[in-house]
């Protein structure tokens, strides 16, 4: 009896595992490697690279490239992000896919720690590249290294657009690109026969000034769009410290005062109404304060939704 339950029970499996392998495969998502995919050629970073499959496994280090993910609908793609310790969280409308990805390291992402994480495609801010973590030493590991290197508009835009070809999602990069420029447009619209802003980056404090961005940076652009203009767009670094005496020299309308873990709005705004000479300019008496995240700050998924924001803090009876 036993012999012959234990025959039943055995063909009960296979006739099981038969019908298994017998459903329908799920379908193949878009931007899954195919026989056809096409070489995508790209210049990043002062490099030519030329990526020859899909990539499977994505690591981003910015919360900015971690954003332009969502945005393409490709966070399913992304297995590690880093450098959420320059963030104050996604934006509602990625909040959802961002909190599914998970976190490779709170700070800068290191080498071991990307190469562990089997991944084949880095998405990478600039400015984590440092010491031993450069994009040469990942490349031997077979990594594919994509910088986000934007310093204006089109740089973001040809980023966005290289990224939608890569992943096969040109239609989703087309898309949000065109949606972004359509919100600059009602901003100028929105800002139209207003004065001209003088207008400073506050970031964190130098010990002897303050640390701000300048003409190479594209939150300078991100004040022009607004209706401003950076007091020190003329200075050629993309970020430096700038002293006290040159800030109330220029004695600047309004503050963009960035928002992040090592040094948060409510901290910086303390330490410039405690400044001796901070505490003199008018921005500072008349609380002319915009709050902005750093990510906010960086090229990425936010273009307009920082200019938006800085326009509304200058402006607000224009929105």
């Known amino acids: 009896m036993k012999r012959a339950l234990s025959v039943i029970l055995a063909l009960c499996m296979v006739l099981a595992l038969c019908a298994c392998g017998q459903q329908a495969a799920p379908e193949s998502s878009a931007t899954e490697p195919s026989a056809d995919y096409v070489p995508v050629t790209v210049e990043n970073y002062g490099r030519t690279i030329t990526i020859e499959k899909m990539p499977e496994k994505v690591v981003t ?16 793609k992304v297995v590690g992000n880093s450098c959420d310790n320059h963030s104050r969280g996604p934006l509602d409308i990625w909040a959802a896919d961002y909190e599914t990805i998970p976190e490779l390291t709170y700070g ?17 801010i600039d400015w984590v590249f440092e010491g031993d973590f450069t994009v040469e030493a990942l490349e031997k590991y077979g990594i594919t290294v994509f910088v986000c290197e934007a310093t204006d508009y089109e740089g973001v835009w040809k980023e966005i657009r290289e990224l939608g070809e890569i992943f096969g999602v040109s239609a989703a990069a087309d898309a949000f690109v065109t949606s972004e420029q359509a919100r600059l447009d009602a901003v100028t619209k929105a800002i139209e026969g207003k004065d001209v802003l003088k207008v400073f980056v506050y970031d964190s404090d130098t010990g002897n000034g303050v640390y701000t961005c300048g003409g190479p940076n594209i ?8 209706g401003g203009v950076n007091i020190f767009a003329d200075v050629d670094d993309a970020w430096f410290g700038a002293s006290y005496e040159e800030i109330l020299a220029a004695n600047p309308d309004v503050i963009i005062v960035h928002d992040y873990e090592e040094a948060s ?10 400044d001796a000479l901070l505490s003199q300019l008018d921005a500072v008496k008349n609380e002319r304060f915009v709050k902005l995240s750093l990510e906010s700050a960086l090229p990425g998924s936010r273009t307009a939704y920082s200019v938006e924001a800085i326009a509304q803090g200058m402006f607000p009876d224009a929105f």
């Open 265 to 274: 709005f409510e901290d910086n705004v303390a330490a410039m109404k405690a």
């Open 219 to 226: 939150e300078t652009q991100f004040i022009a769009s607004a």
């Open 61 to 76: 280090a910015g919360p900015n490239c971690t954003e332009v993910f969502c945005a393409l609908g490709l966070a399913d």
């Open 108 to 124: 800068y992402p290191t080498i071991e720690a990307v190469v562990s994480s089997g991944c084949d495609f880095l998405y990478a």
